[in-house]
């Protein structure tokens, strides 16, 4: 069956610019996650979703970041005023339930977010 | 927070078997253990996981101790495709905080011809 896709592949965009990064989750699964990954690092947990709501946005590391999942599928994360630290690449997860530690996590490919 | 702790790299040759361990000292009661494989431009790959004891699946063995504040993934017999970064993860996202489910820096494994 298909996998987590997230489009686009690669965003380039200026200083100061809005963006907007989509996740399609494996069909099925509630849970959502968003993750950030820097060079030669882990992924860096940003926001879990349950359904349509947020249930930890902990990660997100201020208010420019932004995440939505209006209908319990496809997610959105929007990163307003970016800055070049913010340049990275932005994994999307999703797993059946998340309602276990034994909920499997499967990724996209990720977005390679570049801000000039 | 269960952090965990991995070797930087370890280097290897085809055919031999790999073990990379991962510590996780503070680990909670609920809280399960997984290993990822990541491709350079991928996201990460389930490898395996459990909870307890001895898992082992097509691919890899894990295995946990007692104390459950370690565990060790185990490689057989790995090839040059095997070459990637591994990471383990710790953590329950329902039961606890899913600011848990953070990766730490992972083990570049290297298999060499």
């Known amino acids: 069956g298909a996998g987590v896709s997230q489009t686009p592949s690669n965003k380039v965009t200026e200083k100061g610019k809005y963006v907007e990064l989509r996740c399609d989750p494996i069909?099925?699964?509630?849970?959502l996650y968003w993750y950030r990954q820097s060079l030669g690092q882990g992924p860096e947990f940003l926001i879990y979703?349950?359904?349509?709501?947020?249930?930890?946005d902990s990660g997100l590391p201020n208010d420019r970041f932004f995440a939505v999942r209006p209908e319990g599928s496809v997610s959105t994360l929007k990163i307003q005023r970016t800055e070049r630290g913010d340049s990275a690449v932005y994994l999307c997860?999703?797993?059946?339930?998340?309602?276990?530690?034994?909920?499997?996590?499967?990724f996209g490919p990720g977005t390679r977010l570049t801000v000039l | 927070l269960a952090k965990t702790t991995q070797p930087i790299s370890m280097d290897s040759y085809e055919g031999q078997e790999v073990n990379i361990t991962c510590s996780h000292n503070?680990?909670?009661?609920?809280?399960?253990i997984t290993w990822y494989q990541q491709f350079p431009s991928q996201g990460p790959r389930f490898i395996i996981q459990?909870?307890?004891t001895k898992v082992t699946n097509e691919v890899a063995s894990l295995f946990i101790p007692a104390d459950r504040k370690s565990s060790t993934l185990s490689l057989p017999r790995v090839s040059l495709s095997d070459t990637a970064v591994y990471y383990c993860?710790?953590?329950?996202?329902?039961?606890?905080?899913?600011?848990?489910?953070?990766f730490g820096s992972g083990t570049q494994l290297t298999v060499l011809p």
């Open positions: 459990g909870y307890k």
């Open positions: 979703f349950q359904g349509t709501g947020a249930a930890d």
């Open positions: 997860a999703s797993s059946r339930s998340g309602r276990s530690g034994a909920d499997t996590q499967y």
């Open positions: 993860l710790v953590g329950d996202p329902w039961g606890g905080s899913a600011r848990q489910l953070t």
């Open positions: 069909s099925g699964h509630t849970a």
């Open positions: 503070n680990i909670a009661t609920n809280d399960y």
